[in-house]
């Protein structure tokens, strides 16, 4: 038997898929947004996306949109929502998957659509192009949640770092302030740190900690996942 094509009387909408792509420098949560080169809401900042190829899957567009619109290649991005209003885009009838990553922070250049691509603290985002803005809230309002029931932070600090930079990132997505002793305690009792060096003979007490995550068992309690209270 043939192949057989269907082609449906009814008008169907469009697809695209934006990413919301989280760094964080030491002190506070960045965002990285591209400014748009052409019409519609042409030099307004808005996520990285673009309208779907008909052989590619959502993660597929977003991933290829990432790269060609700021240069970061290789990044995981997880889908977290499908925003579907009816006027969002004033183009056609188009439907977004959005997804949303963390990385380290490093260098982005806009390409292809995008005029510009650039790191904005979350305090400074600029007026967003579509509904993005609403897009931002959710993934924002996502990784709040994420935080409190899978380890975070391989993602985001270096190799080595010190328990202040882990608590200065919780605190920033957060947006809560915690006691010291307590944040400690609680970070060494879910097992995934490891002191990544001895101090230094002579040091002085105050000479902090540094520590790396211990990749197996951050992986674990990542799969299985855990209840964070502070």
Sequence with gaps: MGER??????????????????????VSIKVLLIQR????YKGMWAFPGGFMNIGETAEECARRELEEETGLKGVTVEQFYTFTDVNRDPRERVITVAHYA???????KGGDDAEAACWFSRDDI????FDHDRILRMAMSRLKERICFEPIGFELLPDVF???????????????????????????????????????E????RTPSRYRFNAEKYAELKQKGFRLEF
């Design 37 to 40: 080169g052409i019409e519609p």
């Design 126 to 129: 600029p007026a967003l192009a």
């Design 202 to 205: 002579g040091a002085s007490r």
């Design 162 to 200: 010190t328990m202040t930079e882990l608590q200065n990132l919780y605190e920033a997505i957060l947006e809560v302030k915690f006691d010291r002793r307590n944040f400690y305690n609680k970070m060494l009792k879910l097992g995934i740190l490891a002191e990544a060096e001895p101090r230094p």
């Design 102 to 108: 963390l990385v380290r922070m490093s260098e982005v």
């Design 5 to 26: 094509n269907f082609c449906y009387k009814y008008p169907h909408p469009a697809v695209t898929a934006d990413c919301v792509i989280f760094g964080f420098d030491g």
